[in-house]
């Protein structure tokens, strides 16, 4: 049971080149989530999903796109990458069913994102 | 708006020393509150976790009580070891399994 994986683990992009961020669970959650981690800061929310086809913006989305097409996948995508946007990404998924309140988020390890 | 404030890192302790992180939030209703942890290199693992006033969330040797009358969740331990180095994230859910998190703090334990 391999959880929430990541893809790439490193990355350093040019200025307005574009890349996907991969992210990939098999536990069959429904929720899945992408945030940024900047230096001695907390995660912020870029998008969240909440099942295949529904996505929604988070706290800081421009710059970012996704899109959910299965359970299990969740892409992230900068069409034209700033140095605004270096950061370290994690993925998430969690599982909500009615009536159950507190469901963990599981993350992945993370992509170290660097734009020069 | 949520938010959540954590004492400001870096903390530094020797071993077998009493741990607390102070965590406050600001909310509207009844939020559901966490500690995670990251270890270095790694993602965010749960911690614990309290969901409503009172409730004592433990793991490992950790606690922490969700104080509704000073909207405060304090990460506590009796005796740190080495291995507890990381950095540690207050964080609540209010709906929407949206978590809004503190800016973390970077505990080191030295032998």
């Known amino acids: 049971n391999a959880g929430v994986t990541q893809t790439p683990k490193f990355r350093i992009l040019k200025i307005g080149q574009s890349m996907t961020l991969q992210c990939t669970q098999d536990?069959?959650?429904?929720?899945m989530y992408w945030y940024r981690q900047d230096p001695g800061m907390g995660l912020k929310l870029i998008y969240y999903?909440?099942?295949?086809?529904?996505?929604d913006k988070g706290e800081v989305p421009n710059g970012y796109n996704v899109s959910r097409s299965t359970t299990e996948d969740f892409p992230l995508r900068l069409e034209l990458a700033a140095p605004s946007q270096t950061s370290v990404y994690f993925c998430?998924?969690?599982?909500?069913?009615?009536?159950?309140?507190?469901?963990?988020?599981?993350f992945g390890p993370g992509t170290r994102l660097t734009v020069l | 708006g949520n938010s959540v404030t954590q004492m400001e890192g870096p903390v530094t302790l020797s071993e077998e020393a009493f741990l607390t992180i102070n965590c406050t939030y600001t909310?509207?209703?009844?939020?559901?509150l966490f500690w995670y942890v990251q270890y270095p290199g790694e993602g965010l693992q749960l911690l614990l976790k309290?969901?409503?006033?009172?409730d004592k969330g433990s793991n490992k040797g950790f606690e922490a009580t969700y104080r509704k009358e000073t909207t405060s969740f304090h990460l506590e331990k009796g005796s740190v070891q080495v291995s507890d180095s990381a950095v540690y994230f207050c964080?609540?859910?209010?709906?929407?399994?949206?978590?809004?998190f503190g800016q973390g703090t970077r505990l080191t334990i030295n032998p």
């Open positions: 998430a998924s969690s599982s909500h069913r009615q009536g159950l309140l507190t469901d963990t988020q599981y």
């Open positions: 536990m069959n959650h429904n929720y």
């Open positions: 999903s909440v099942g295949a086809g529904i996505t």
């Open positions: 909310a509207t209703g009844y939020p559901s």
């Open positions: 309290a969901t409503k006033a009172d």
């Open positions: 964080a609540l859910r209010q709906g929407a399994q949206k978590l809004v």
